[in-house]
């Protein structure tokens, strides 16, 4: 027998809900998970687990949430505002209620209940609720109607953690690849890209170079180009170090063991490979030979020729790299060896010879996420921009993932956006302007 079910869909900004009720509202299905910015996959999953035993059944859906629109659009599926669902809702079962007051993972929503609803909402409340000033100070700038206050959306400035960094709520940010994305083919910053750049700082917006280049290559390179200011961050290691230029301190790192690094860098070395490590200041290698030149040189990074593995790596390391112009030799590598260390680190190419070995909690995407829950920025508010494999992760953390036209086969599925111009034209200008400011 054929039945009519209803399925609610809320997207949030760091959860989906999917309940699927039969015609006497009971359950036949409810969960509620993260979803890491990885919002499609998670409904998918989530829809696939919904449908088992009700494949003949028809059912009427709806999406909410803030992240639920575009879907709903994608798809066709009725979309409802969320305020207006959570209100039918309560008017339904709870008919005594005056207030609802929700909590979400990025605001706060107050519904008065009455004769007319009144709805307020007050933006990245998890941030204003930790500063008694700062909630005394939205209190204070409320009015007062009928002994009832009503909380407004709070635009003045508002305090993180650390309590250093001040974040308007309405702040973006994008975390930018260098090499094919903001650099053209002379690693150089066009002027357009400059000019784009400028103004978005300039509006009080955050500029994250996301490189998998060492710190002191990254770093030097945001120097060159000015993006070492106010506003401004390095992600190093792809993702594995977080560096403020401003403030001259590390503020987010992580490295795998010392030895577990000693025995993948000897193995590789028996298998014929370069391999490489590094100091705060230099490429630590066992042998001095063209493929090291080369890469020194595009780094413009100084070396160290050191006698074994273990005055390569003088500490737990962030990264370690194997090169081979024989891709081939790196894959086999990949598969036979470093597969028996996926608990402790992964790997990936992040070009066609380069193959970086990282820890296995090290990725650019979970960098995007750190550093927004760190400025207090809502992932909404984010935008990466990427060309190459090791970029993948960061183009679907953030929530607009923009691929250069210019990037490796098979990159721009990953993407939410396709650049019109490349790197050598511009291109990051055109997300800024597109996205940013």
């Not at 909410?64 to 979309?79: C, D, H, L, N, Q």
């Not at 120097?223 to 301190?249: K, M, S, W």
């Not at 030149?293 to 074994?308: D, E, F, G, S, T």
Request: glycine residues 8%.
């Amino acid at each position: 027998m054929q039945h009519m079910l209803r399925m609610g869909i809320d997207v949030g900004s760091t959860t989906v809900k999917v309940v699927l009720l039969d015609e006497h509202d009971n359950y036949l299905y409810k969960k509620y998970i993260r979803h890491y910015a990885n919002i499609l996959d998670t409904v998918y999953t989530l829809l696939q687990e919904a449908q088992v035993g009700h494949e003949n059944d028809q059912v009427h859906v709806c999406i909410t949430g803030s992240g639920g629109m575009a879907m709903a659009e994608k798809v066709r599926i009725p979309f409802v505002q969320e305020v207006i669902a959570e209100t039918r809702a309560v008017k339904a079962l709870y008919p005594e209620t005056d207030v609802i007051i929700e909590l979400g993972g990025e605001d706060a929503k107050v519904t008065y209940l009455g004769q007319t609803a009144e709805h307020r909402m007050s933006s990245s409340m998890k941030h204003i609720l930790k500063s008694e000033n700062i909630w005394n100070q939205i209190k204070s700038n409320s009015c007062e109607d009928e002994g009832r206050y009503y909380i407004f959306g709070y635009k003045g400035q508002i305090y993180t953690d650390g309590g250093r960094e001040k974040m308007a709520v309405d702040t973006r940010i994008l975390f930018t690849d260098l090499d094919g994305t903001l650099l053209n083919d002379k690693k150089e910053i066009t002027p357009g890209n400059r000019a784009a750049v400028d103004e978005a700082l300039a509006k009080g917006h955050k500029i994250v170079v996301t490189t998998g280049r060492a710190l002191a290559s990254g770093l030097q390179i945001a120097e060159r180009i000015g993006l070492t200011g106010e506003g401004c961050y390095v992600i190093a290691f792809n993702g594995g170090q977080i560096y403020d230029p401003y403030h001259r301190e590390t503020i987010h790192g992580v490295t795998f063991s010392q030895d577990t690094a000693v025995e993948i860098f000897e193995k590789a070395v028996e298998r014929n490979l370069y391999m490489q490590a590094y100091s705060d200041e230099a490429i630590l290698t066992v042998e001095n030979n063209e493929l090291l030149q080369q890469y020194a040189k595009v780094q413009n990074l100084p070396y160290k020729i050191v006698k074994n593995a273990k005055d390569a790596i003088i500490q737990d390391p962030y990264k370690l790299l194997a090169i081979d112009n024989d891709r081939s030799k790196s894959e086999a590598f990949q598969k036979e060896v470093l597969s028996k260390y996926s608990d402790t680190v992964r790997s990936f190419f992040s070009n066609a010879t380069y193959l970086e070995i990282v820890p296995k909690a090290v990725s650019k995407g979970e960098a995007v996420r750190w550093m927004c829950d760190h400025l207090g920025i809502p992932i909404e508010n984010s935008v990466s921009a990427g060309d190459a494999q090791n970029d993948i992760e960061m183009l679907q953390a953030a929530h607009i993932g923009a691929v250069m036209c210019n990037a490796f086969p098979g990159i721009q599925e990953y993407g939410d956006y396709v650049t019109e111009h490349d790197n050598n034209h511009d291109g990051v200008a055109e997300i800024i302007r597109k996205f940013i400011l």
